[in-house]
């Protein structure tokens, strides 16, 4: 065999193995990949899903020293209520929308940072109130546990608008001084959860905050003479915790 049939005879083996492998990969595209999770119906087509989150603190201080704060007098309080309403399109999948109230007052009527022997600060009387409205438009997907009817996770996308009002007034007598604001809110979150069915129609439900991003803006008039515009714009990738949230959920 001279030089050029050698080089043939290499040519037709190298074009046998490029078939071989354009005929596997053919093959391959034609046949779809399983990863073999098994995914049962958790949450069927057709129901219903309803509930609500509510939450209250309330805190009052008399005499009460934290780090450089003492003699703080004065409460407070947070309320949120917050109904939900999704419906299941397909297995598992489920899509509605919820809405928000949130009401949150602090009243100080006395307070002394002191940062040493002969630097002190009194801030004096501070009264704060904040009231706030939410709408947010939901998709849920549910994924069982194993074959378990009773426990299982969803994972929830939310699109959230709102806004709302506050007032806080500072100071008392001739030194008093108060500033009105108007807000405006704008949320794209990711929230996954866990659910534990206690019946066939009610569950408890524990969600937390793992990544978003946030629109705020904020308009402020102070004595009715000097008004200020503040807009803030961020993105949230990590776990929250101070964002876990607790519900009854029903259904039906």
Known sequence: ???????????????????????SAAVMAQEPFERGLEQISFIPKGQWITGVNVSYTQSDYDNYKFFIVENLRGDTYSFRVSPMLLYAFRDNLAAGGRMAY????????????????????????LFALTHNYYGTASFRNYISLGHSMRFGFFNEVQLQMGGGQSKIVNGSGDDITGTYSRNFSLDVGLTPGVIMFLNNYSAIEVSVGVLGFSYNHTHAITNQVYIADMKSKYANFKLNLFSISFGVAFYL
């Open 1 to 23: 065999m001279n030089q050029k049939d050698r080089y043939f005879a290499k040519l037709r083996v190298v074009l046998t193995l490029l078939a071989l492998a354009f005929g």
């Open 102 to 125: 949130t009401r949150q007052r602090t009243r100080l009527n006395s307070a002394n940072v002191v940062i040493d022997s002969e630097t002190s600060y009194e801030p004096g009387q």
